[in-house]
């Protein structure tokens, strides 16, 4: 049971350049979330899926691109990275909506955009 | 705007010291409050969640409290370990809608041996 799981650990990319983020998680969990942490910021919701076939966008989601592949699956798509894409990028998941379900994180992408 | 802030921003304490973390939210209505601990260079995990009706809460060595009325929660932490080195997160949730939660920036804690 490796809970969520995220690909790549690392990544460089130039601007422009673009990239898809993968996660994936074991526990059967119907809702997923992307988010990015900032140096000194809090984490910020970039999209979220309620439910395998939905996605809404969170916070901050311009720029980004996600898809919900499967129940697995959600992975988070930068179309022409921006140095302001420069960030740590974490995949969570909830077993529903309801508000006390607990959220588990993966342990991070590191993306440098230059 | 729903708000999370914490304070300190960072501690240094003495391994087997006690200390506590502070959390004042804005999040209304309030649906839960969650203390997550993260390691450097992985994911937040979850230490402990109150709702509206619990004051407070107990995951071993951490104890959450929670004042809905005044919107504030402390975490503390008692006979520090090394270990015990991370952020702290305060994570505050409103009633209603979809689970957006609101992320506080983290106390930085380092326990030094």
């Known amino acids: 049971n490796a809970g969520v799981t995220q690909t790549p650990k690392f990544q460089v990319l130039k601007t422009g350049q673009s990239m898809t983020l993968q996660c994936a998680q074991d526990?059967?969990?119907?809702?997923m979330y992307w988010y990015r942490q900032d140096p000194g910021m809090g984490l910020r919701l970039i999209y979220y899926?309620?439910?395998?076939?939905?996605?809404d966008k969170g916070e901050v989601p311009n720029g980004y691109n996600v898809s919900r592949l499967n129940k697995r699956e959600f992975s988070l798509r930068l179309e022409s990275a921006a140095p302001s894409q420069t960030s740590v990028y974490f995949c969570a998941s909830r077993e529903g909506q309801g508000k006390t379900y607990e959220q588990y994180f993966g342990p991070g992408t590191r993306l440098t955009v230059t | 705007k729903n708000q999370v802030e914490q304070s300190p921003q960072s501690l240094i304490i003495l391994e087997g010291k006690n200390c506590t973390l502070q959390?004042?939210?804005?999040?209304?209505?309030?649906?839960?409050l969650r203390w997550y601990k993260q390691d450097t260079g992985r994911g937040p995990v979850s230490l402990t969640i109150m709702t509206f009706s619990e004051n407070t809460k107990s995951n071993g060595r951490y104890t959450a409290t929670l004042d809905a009325d005044t919107k504030q929660s402390s975490l503390h932490i008692t006979a520090s370990q090394l270990s015990d080195s991370a952020s702290y997160i305060c994570v505050v949730s409103a009633a209603g809608g979809s689970y957006i939660p609101t992320f506080g920036r983290g106390t930085s804690l380092i326990v030094h041996p």
């Open positions: 959390c004042n939210y804005t999040v209304s209505p309030f649906s839960n």
């Open positions: 899926s309620a439910s395998e076939g939905t996605t």
């Open positions: 526990m059967n969990h119907n809702s």
